[in-house]
DNA sequence: TTTAATTAAGACAAAATGGTCTGATTTAAG
DNA sequence: CTTAAATCAGACCATTTTGTCTTAATTAAA
């Protein structure tokens, strides 16, 4: 699998998040643990890292929860993951050396930075925004892992 | 990281067998081992499991170690990856979702197929011949993980 | 036939990842 | 002010991955 867990948690999080009613203010943690299927300690831990990076706001007490912390059209999916998996997820080099370096390549370096690159383009052009828009309009799943 | 250490550690090791010259026989796991920085036993371990499925062949005993199976131009880097990964690590869903299924695709499912096609096609061209081939004639780099 | 060099096997340990639990803190509303 | 509902904090546990160690089996060559 591309993605850890903990990824896969935040970005389908932040999906539900997305397709929400916009009238909707703050979600309790507990309702996207449970229709998403996350345990929902862990879950609570990796929304928090959302929130120390600016992606989602939080509020405690009573009627509190989470929040999309700017429209959809703002929060992109590649940045999201970044957070998550670390900022130089996408940099890497295919065959696991220490950096992916033109001036030192691997055998696979050339066809790789290609497809590298590819990846870095379309998850940089994907914001929440259409991705929660083709959730809603084409009813493309969101439960069950 | 895309792959696992295992995976990593098992096509560094056969890219080592691949640039040897063509009248070396066996190779002795110490050698790759020390050679590579990997550690000795779990590539042991690791090479057992590409000895099982075919790619490599071992021989014990005074003047043993391991040596390829078939011809570089016959081992296929795409076929190595999914025998340590497991058959479809490269049919997987993006968003972790238990099967990438046309019939019930996840929002990101038309952009990931096409990317998942060209790392796929690219994987399947390459073989031990190419890669190897570069090694040598490039000087491109295989040691430092 | 002995010895040295090698892979094979499997128990074990360490580290990373994934997950659980309890209690503290905050907040809205009765 | 009290209570209920929520996040926050951190210790803890479980599983998977990675790595270590010891011993056995095998083989070529002295
Ligand atoms: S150096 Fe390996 S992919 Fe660039
Ligand atoms: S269903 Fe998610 S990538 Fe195909």
């Given amino acids: 699998m591309i993605f850890s867990k903990r990824c896969l948690h935040a970005l389908r999080a932040v999906l539900y998040l997305g397709v929400q009613p916009p ?29 120390d990076q600016g ?16 429209p959809t059209s703002e929060l992109n999916v590649k940045e999201i993951i970044e957070s998550i998996e670390g900022e130089d997820y996408f940099s890497g080099c295919i065959l696991g050396f ?3 370096d033109n001036d ?15 990846i870095q383009m379309m998850l940089g052009e994907e914001h929440l925004e259409s991705l929660a828009d083709r959730i809603k309009t084409q009813g493309l799943r969101l439960l069950e892992i």
């Fill in 23 to 51: 009238e909707r203010e703050f979600v309790p943690i507990r309702e996207i643990s449970q229709k998403l299927d996350i345990p929902f300690h862990f879950l609570t831990k990796i929304l928090k890292e959302l929130a």
């Fill in 55 to 70: 992606f989602i706001i939080s509020s405690r007490g009573a009627a509190g929860g989470i929040q999309l912390a700017k």
């Fill in 98 to 100: 220490s950096k992916c």
């Fill in 104 to 118: 030192n390549p691997c055998a696979l370096h050339d066809r790789w930075v290609a497809i590298k690159a590819e």
